[in-house]
């Protein structure tokens, strides 16, 4: 199994629809990010979390809400989808006692496609 | 504030020659860490090579090495007798103590056979 799963993989969805984006863990890491790719733009980060309790705002957080179920679990809500949040959505996880100094580990992504 | 610049949208290769991918990045810290990382087809993001700042000495993997150039806050890529699988997305990534892990834009990496 993936250390960092994420699901769905793919999966369109309509304009104005709520759609959830989960993302879970099995590497024992208390830090856990939600990053979009956009063509041309690379990766930015959406929110991150460094522990149950603490939920942070990234550089485009902006139509997005993440909510933060258990160490192992985060998970993307975009509350009303527009078509500007297609993208391929990825979750990412680091380790406080290194600080992330080694990288994070990513899911697979989900391809999320807002008609 | 954290840049990170890929200026190359994309770049080619003949197989089994070198391919280096450039990354500039900007920032007034002085202890930092800088990364490669792999993105093929499957959507995986996977690290290929990471540089300590405070290490002079370039970083290697196998075919795959950086020139790290700190006074001219550069970071590329070299990629020795490239091969089919080499073919991806190279994303240049910069992180310090205490932000978070930050992106370039991306090169698209084409192998020819």
């Known amino acids: 199994d993936a250390d960092v799963t994420q699901t769905p993989r793919n999966r369109i969805t309509k304009t104005g629809k709520r759609i959830m984006l989960e993302c879970s863990q099995t590497?024992?890491?208390?830090?856990m990010y939600w990053y979009r790719q956009d063509p041309g733009l690379g990766l930015r980060l959406i929110y991150y979390?460094?522990?149950?309790?603490?939920?942070n705002k990234g550089e485009i957080s902006d139509g997005y809400s993440v909510s933060r179920q258990a160490q192992a679990k985060f998970s993307l809500s975009l509350e009303s989808a527009i078509p500007n949040q297609t993208a391929l959505y990825f979750c990412?996880?680091?380790?406080?006692?290194?600080?992330?100094?080694?990288?994070?580990?990513f899911g697979s992504g989900t391809r999320l496609t807002v008609v | 504030a954290q840049t990170v610049t890929q200026s190359q949208p994309e770049m080619s290769v003949q197989e089994a020659e070198t391919v280096t991918l450039s990354c500039t990045y900007d920032?007034?810290?002085?202890?930092?860490?800088l990364f490669w990382y792999k993105q093929p087809p499957s959507r995986q993001m996977i690290l290929v090579i990471r540089q300590e700042a405070y290490k002079q000495q370039n970083a290697t993997e196998n075919r795959f090495s950086v020139n790290f150039q700190k006074a001219a806050k550069s970071f590329s890529l070299k990629i020795s007798d490239s091969q089919l699988g080499d073919a991806a997305m190279y994303f240049c990534a910069h992180k310090t103590g205490a932000n978070n892990l930050f992106f370039g834009t991306g090169t698209r990496l084409t192998v020819i056979p």
């Open positions: 920032t007034s810290e002085s202890d930092y860490y």
């Open positions: 590497k024992g890491h208390d830090r």
């Open positions: 990412a996880t680091s380790d406080s006692r290194t600080g992330g100094i080694y990288g994070y580990t």
């Open positions: 979390s460094f522990d149950v309790k603490d939920i």
